[in-house]
């Protein structure tokens, strides 16, 4: 399925802290030489939870899969400054796991990760009520504050969710279908998703 042929390989030093930890004898990354390797890689500092702070990376390394990787960093090492895994100590950072996630595999992990947000939100109140339509919505899901993915779609083009209903209410942005009349008249005459 995947490209296996052809594709050629490089190992390229990288940062010490990747792999660092665990197997210290290996520093290398092996990148395919790929257009995808040109994205940038999505990092996150997690930093809710003291004793489950730590650092996540997304990123394209292989054809056809997602590359995820996590540093879990000590309860006292993550102050405010640290901003990325490699401002911290090695002595810092107890755990480092990654993997390579296939496409469909990397699909359902952001699935669940919308519903359970979307869960998050509704049970803690911190929902949002849309200025054009009047729904309730996740607001962390929202591009465009006050309003919800599909209003911001189509008054401003906005790259909208992938809607997938529930109950009658989107279990990713928490959108309840509701329609204004002026979006309903931009509907009407735009062919759009
Ligand atoms: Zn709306
Ligand atoms: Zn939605």
């Keep these: 399925m995947q490209g296996s042929g052809g594709q050629r390989t490089m190992e390229i030093d990288v940062n010490p802290k990747h792999h660092s930890h665990g197997t210290p004898d290996r520093l290398t990354y092996r990148l395919q030489r790929h257009p995808m390797n040109d994205i940038e890689p999505t990092r996150l500092r997690c930093d809710g939870i003291q004793y489950r702070s730590g650092f996540i ?86 591009i465009m504050s006050g309003l919800c993915p599909e209003c911001s779609h189509y008054l401003y083009n906005k790259p909208n969710c992938a809607h997938s209903f529930h109950d009658g209410r989107c279990r990713r942005c928490g959108w309840d279908g509701s329609v204004s009349d002026y979006v309903a008249r931009i509907k009407g005459t735009a062919k759009s998703g």
């Design 57 to 142: 990376e997304a990123r394209l390394v292989h054809a056809g899969h997602v590359n995820l990787e996590t540093w879990s960093v000590g309860p006292d090492a993550l102050g405010a400054s640290p901003q990325w895994v490699t401002d911290v100590s090695d002595t810092s950072v107890p755990g480092n796991v990654e993997l390579e996630l296939d496409l469909r595999t990397a699909m359902q992990l952001a699935d669940s990760l919308h519903e359970l947000v979307a869960i998050q939100a509704a049970r803690t109140g911190t929902e949002a009520s849309c200025d054009e339509c009047g729904s309730q919505f996740v607001s962390s899901t929202a």
